[in-house]
Every structure is written in C-alpha cells, then in structure tokens.
C-alpha cells in the first residue's frame, strides 16, 4: 500500500502528531498519555525556549488513508557549538509495526537532515538529550517513568531495519525501598554527615528559579564532555524551573553544600506520569483537581532521580569527600522512605559510565530497563 509523509510545523499542525501516539500505543496497557496540553506547550515555539537554539519539523505518516506513525527531526545549534560533529536528531519515532513505514519516516528525517549540513543523526531523541531519550529494549512490563520514553516491543528491530546501528545504550535502575543498605554505604552517608561543614539542604521552592540556576551550574560541571551532554540555556532554565515547581517535593531534593558553597545536588521528583496515567491526556473538566491531590496530597508511590552530580573540586577531594555521593544516595533513599513512597528509578545513566553504575549497584539497585540511542550515517 502507499505509504503518504506529511510535514507538520511545531506551533501549529500538531494535532495528528500527536494523534499518532494514541495509534501506535493504543492496546499497550503500559503506555501513559502524556498530558495534551503539555505536549502542545512542549512542541510549540512560542512556549518552549528551546526553539530559540534549534530548527525542528515533525512527520507523520499514513498508509492507506490512516494514521501510521510520527518522527521528529532536530538540528540544536548549541550541540553544534559544543560538539562540532554536524550530527542531527531524529526522535518522537513511534510507528505500527510495519518497516515500510518506519523507512519512508527515517527517510523524510534523513533528508531534511541532509539538507542542512548534517551528516550523521542520532535517536530518537525527542526533541534532545535533555528530554526524553532512547527507544526502549528492555523492560516492558513497567509503565515509563516521568520523562522517559516508552516504546513498542518492535520499535527497535524496525529502527535497525532502516541502517542505523547502536550508539549507546542507556539503563534505568530500580530501588525498592525494603532493601537494606549495605554496611560500606551506610559508613559513607554517616561519615558525611558528620563533618561540620557539610550541609544537605533541601531545594527551596519559592527559589526555584535561583536554585535550579545552582543545580544547572553544578550539572553543567559534574557531565562536562560526557556523552549526549549540551547545557540548559537560561531561558531553558526559567522553563525547566517553572514546570518543576509544580511537581516538586523538596524533602527528596537537596544541595550538598560544603563550607556554605554548593559542591553537589540530588533531584528525584515524584514520578507524575502514575498520577495522569487514566486521564487519558486530558485535564478538563476534572483532571486538575484529580493530578493535584494525587501530586500534593496522596503523592505518588514512585519517583525518579533525575539528576545527582557532585562538582570536580569536592570529587578531587577523595580522602575527605569520597564518600560523598554513596551518602546523598543514602540521604535521598531515607527520605523517600519517611515520605511514603516505595520505590524509585535511578535513571538514566550511560552503560559504559563505570564508577556511577557501581555506586548505584552498591545501594542494591538493580537495571530493570534498557534504552538504546541509534546513529546513521548521511548522504
């Protein structure tokens, strides 16, 4: 049957893009729709700043007159800046089952890349590396956590059908809060504490523009020159501290300040995707009384820890600060447990980063989902 591609442009007709989701994803009891206004706001450049860094279009396609599948294509100036490897993204790619559609997408995505000087992609990254990352390959049998990709079992076989071959993989831990510490961890976080100039503040929400400017400063030092790495600009930052506000619990977040100054940070924010899991995407009329009770008041049972960075001056300290990340793992587990929930995802770390997969495989935690990140080589 012939397979027809059509352009959409961010801002404006987003509607069956976003449609496209509902499609690919609609007998996977797994799947949460994301909220629709949110996606709007997210792939609209009057609301998201970060069409100020970069040229985006969406595609989507249709076989037989129906609705088949969705990709985006992304060129992010600031990664170019960075990284200077003429390297586009491709991402949101979510299709039936079917290599027919999967190719005529990847195609569309390759030629708008190619027309604009790159020659490699990367993804699905959607939009970026600081968004939802990866198609999953393992883990199936769990819903995605809060701001994290889900995918169809045969997404990755067709993405491979197209040519593109593994870049990396990325792994997502789970902690159940039963598990007990082991005892070399437990030493760490009570060695930690008891130094006086040591301080693990929680993250002040009435600051939260100010704060998340710390938590950016300190991120953007501890992942320098890692993989997928691009700094959040400062009208990314306002964005990222407004959305943030809303969600967050600042007992399960906190700053580790050393002498006053701010040396390291721990972000796990309530996992809000279990919150609007049965909304169907919708808020109106009764889902924002529903999400904020559930948020703020019932809370969710599971989190995400998005982020835990320490800066180079404090890691270069090891003989007075080497315990430092072990104790705010241990620090943010027990608050996590004093609030109620019961379990979190560590996520994502890159499976060649070694002394982080080990700290979190000392507190017991265990991979229990896998996203692969894809690359292809230009015309």
């Known amino acids: 049957m012939a397979i027809e591609i059509r352009e959409h442009q961010p801002g404006k007709d987003v509607d069956d893009f976003i449609r496209a989701g509902f499609e690919v994803f609609r007998d996977d009891p797994m799947w949460v729709p994301p909220l629709d206004f949110e996606f709007k706001e997210r792939l609209s450049p009057k609301h998201n700043p970060f069409f100020n860094r970069a040229d985006v ?12 599948g969705r990709c985006s294509a992304t060129v992010d100036h600031e990664h170019l800046k960075l990284w200077k490897d003429d390297t586009g993204f491709f991402g949101f790619f979510d299709t039936v089952d079917d290599p027919a559609v999967a190719e005529a997408l990847m195609t569309a995505a390759e030629k708008w890349l190619s027309s604009r000087g790159m020659h490699k992609m990367i993804g699905p990254l959607s939009l970026y590396a600081n968004d939802e990352i990866g198609c999953l390959v393992e ?9 994290m990709a889900h995918s169809r079992k045969y997404q990755g076989a067709l993405i491979e059908k197209t040519g593109c071959e593994k870049e990396k993989d990325l792994l ?27 301080t693990l503040r929680s993250v002040d929400p009435s600051k939260m523009e100010s704060e998340l400017g710390i938590i950016m400063d300190i991120y953007n030092d501890a992942w320098k020159g890692k993989w997928g790495m691009v700094p959040a600009l400062p009208d990314e930052v306002k964005k990222i501290a407004k959305d943030m506000k809303l969600i967050l619990d600042p007992d399960i977040a906190f700053i580790a300040e050393i002498h006053g100054k701010p040396e390291g940070m721990c972000i796990m924010l309530p996992n809000l995707n279990e919150a609007i899991g049965d909304l169907g995407g919708k808020m109106f009329p009764f889902g924002w ?23 180079g001056q404090a890691r270069s300290n090891v003989k007075r600060y080497g315990g430092l990340s072990a ?20 996520s994502w770390t890159r499976e060649d980063d070694a002394p982080i997969n080990l700290g979190i495989r000392s507190m017991g935690a265990k991979v229990y989902k896998k996203y692969r990140v894809y690359r292809k080589a230009l015309a």
Request: net charge positive; with cysteine; charged share 30%.
């Open 57 to 68: 279009t969406l595609f989507t396609a249709w076989k037989d007159g129906k609705l088949a």
């Open 139 to 147: 883990g199936f049998d769990y819903p995605p956590n809060l701001m």
């Open 172 to 198: 997502c831990w789970k902690y159940d809060a039963d598990q007990k510490f082991p005892d070399r961890v437990l030493k760490a976080w009570e060695t930690i504490k008891s130094l006086p100039e040591v």
């Open 289 to 311: 009384a529903k999400l904020l009770w559930r948020v703020k008041v019932k809370h969710p049972e599971s989190s995400r820890l998005m982020m835990l960075g320490i800066k």
């Open 327 to 346: 104790a705010m793992y241990v620090e943010v587990a027990k608050r996590g447990i004093a609030k109620g929930y019961k379990w979190g995802e560590l």
